[in-house]
């Protein structure tokens, strides 16, 4: 069964880091971009960071410079190193495999495969 | 960036019903557009990718129309377990995307 699993989260004060992981098991996670996204209490979903096949990667403005992408994949693990966390940071965080799907003679990327979610909480 | 504004915020409808969302690109997006849908408490799902393909097990009353700027999801006949959140997303800056603010369907 293909699967991701959150883990990591919890209770931070601001200015405060945490780091958050995400197991992949059931596919090749190698071979595969993956995503860090995020969701305030009530709110709507907001992409955070990537990480390309090849180790490149990718912020959203308001965390560049703050948080870190990794990835190991002989431990079929993802990665957010989340440091000076301020209040705006808290939010349930998905991990998600992406992937390339074919439809008209082109590959569109969607994410099809998300983790159940860890919860950040930052606050004093 | 690109900016994604999706509407109605919210709408109340009755099982049997047609539902459409709106989906607004802030500049030329051509087809890569994708609509998830999110129950309370779960991960989004993918409904479709490339604006109108659907994702393998998504049943057929779901559809997705559009390219450029202007996108729609299509619900044609509401069931009991589309009761949720939809959200659309861009993929033309990809790795770096972009989500509408969602249109939660609620029972009228």
């Known amino acids: 069964e293909v699967q991701l699993v959150e883990s990591g989260g919890g209770l931070v004060q601001p200015g405060g880091s945490l780091r958050l992981s995400c197991a992949a098991s059931?596919?090749?996670?190698?071979?595969?971009?993956m995503h860090w996204v995020r969701q305030a209490t009530g709110k709507g979903l907001e992409w955070v960071s990537a990480?390309?096949?090849?180790?490149?990667?990718h912020y959203e403005g308001s965390v560049k410079g703050r948080f870190t992408i990794s990835r190991e994949n002989d431990k079929n693990s993802l990665y957010l190193q989340m440091n000076s966390l301020r209040a705006g940071d808290t939010a349930v965080y998905y991990c998600?495999?992406?992937?390339?799907?074919?439809?008209?003679?082109?590959?569109?990327?969607?994410?099809?495969?998300w983790g159940q979610g860890t919860t950040v909480t930052v606050s004093s | 960036d690109i900016q994604m504004t999706q509407s109605p915020s919210s709408l109340s409808a009755s099982v049997g019903d047609r539902v459409t969302i709106t989906c607004r690109a802030s500049?030329?997006?051509?087809?890569?557009l994708n609509w998830y849908q999110q129950k309370p408490g779960k991960a989004p799902k993918l409904l479709i990718y490339?604006?109108?393909s659907l994702q393998s097990g998504v049943p057929s009353r779901f559809s997705g129309s559009g390219s450029g700027t202007d996108f729609t999801l299509t619900i044609s006949s509401l069931q009991p377990e589309d009761f949720a959140i939809y959200y659309c997303?861009?993929?033309?800056?990809?790795?770096?995307?972009?989500f509408g603010g969602g249109t939660k369907v609620e029972i009228k």
């Open positions: 998600a495999r992406a992937r390339g799907l074919h439809a008209r003679g082109r590959y569109y990327y969607v994410m099809d495969v």
């Open positions: 059931g596919f090749t996670f190698g071979n595969y971009d």
């Open positions: 990480i390309g096949n090849a180790g490149d990667t």
């Open positions: 500049q030329s997006i051509s087809s890569y």
């Open positions: 490339a604006a109108s």
């Open positions: 997303q861009q993929t033309y800056t990809t790795p770096a995307l972009t």
